[in-house]
């Protein structure tokens, strides 16, 4: 079978498309060849990150992969058969845990295989999501669609050191399409976890400004063992038809959280995304109502229909845009 081709270069053209293109080739059994890799960045080509996350993907499946080192602009990969697995990997670096796992896990869950991963990098780093978003928000979406997912921070790594361990436990799960277009409603959590930092007045102002709003909130601060010192905040809440949070480092201003949740329809932008490689392959329409078309978004839309043969359509809400996505089943 011939390689599926996709232009790296396209939409936002970072490390999104590596990731969504393997994930998929991995659950459909097709090859792919990635090119122009992160063309769009400032230092182009795969980094640590993503060439630890091609290589966990890699074991799941037995497949064979050319280009998986970093600064390559191109890679090649060819699936073999998923199956259960137990990985421990390092990225080596500050590089993103819970973009791993945004790979790893749908690949393993819509493959009805058992995955047992433990990986070492940045459990909360810049331009990424948190680890107690990807527990809490990602996880919480993902087991709406049928997932059995377990996610636990083991040791935090914060920006720029790094060194954090999460492990991320897949059973054996139905795999259902999305519909998340309900108003987001109820209570508020505000979490804070922090190390050699003390970032709880920042938590306690940013809760203050949810209940100013309107809406009931809890708040935990928690120190927690880590390589280096930092901190998270990250406001959530979850339901039946919605889940959305937002997230923020210390040092990176936590200021904008409160209003960046508040402005969330069904899902938030940063999840949107998230849900693209399940829904794809779902075999019925899912349906999301999210801020706006985000080039991440735009992007993995773009790869998984490339890859799956799924289609997907746009409009416009009242609130933002809704997204419908009719997955070919593998």
Not at 3 to 23: C, F, K, N, Y
Not at 115 to 141: E, S
Not at 216 to 228: H, I, P, R
Request: charged fraction near 20%.
């Amino acid at each position: 079978m011939d390689h599926i081709a996709v232009d790296g270069s396209r939409g936002e053209g970072g490390g999104q498309t590596v990731r969504t293109a393997l994930a998929l080739s991995c659950i459909t059994g097709r090859p792919v060849s990635v090119r122009h890799i992160r063309h769009n960045r400032r230092v182009p080509g795969l980094r640590p990150q993503h060439v630890a996350a091609t290589r966990i993907l890699q074991q799941m499946c037995g497949g064979t992969m050319r280009g998986d080192r970093v600064g390559s602009d191109t890679l090649e990969f060819r699936p073999g058969t998923m199956r259960d697995s137990t990985i421990t990997a390092d990225v080596g670096t500050a590089g993103s845990v819970p973009l791993v796992l945004q790979a790893a896990v749908p690949a393993a869950w819509a493959s009805g295989a058992r995955l047992d991963l433990t990986v070492t990098g940045g459990t909360d780093v810049r331009w990424a999501p948190t680890a107690d978003y990807a527990r809490l928000v990602m996880g919480a979406a993902y087991g709406g669609m049928g997932a059995r997912l377990n996610v636990e921070v083991q040791r935090r790594g914060y920006y720029p050191r790094g060194g954090g361990r999460i492990r991320a436990r897949v059973g054996r799960g139905r795999l259902a399409p999305a519909e998340l277009t309900a108003c987001p409603s109820g209570g508020i959590s505000v979490l804070c976890t922090q190390h050699g930092v003390d970032a709880a007045e920042d938590a306690e102002s940013i809760a203050g400004e949810l209940e100013r709003a309107g809406h009931a909130c809890t708040l935990e601060v928690s120190d927690q063992e880590s390589t280096g010192p930092g901190a998270a905040i990250l406001a959530y809440r979850t339901g039946r038809g919605f889940a959305a949070g937002a997230d923020a480092l210390y040092g990176n201003g936590f200021g904008g959280v409160a209003g960046r949740l508040l402005g969330c329809a069904s899902i938030d932008e940063n999840l949107a995304d998230m849900l693209v490689v399940p829904a794809s392959v779902a075999g019925g329409l899912s349906v999301f109502e999210t801020g706006r078309l985000t080039k991440h978004l735009e992007t993995t839309l773009y790869v998984s229909s490339t890859i799956t043969g799924c289609r997907y359509g746009i409009s416009r809400t009242g609130n933002g845009i809704q997204v419908r996505i009719r997955g070919a089943a593998t």
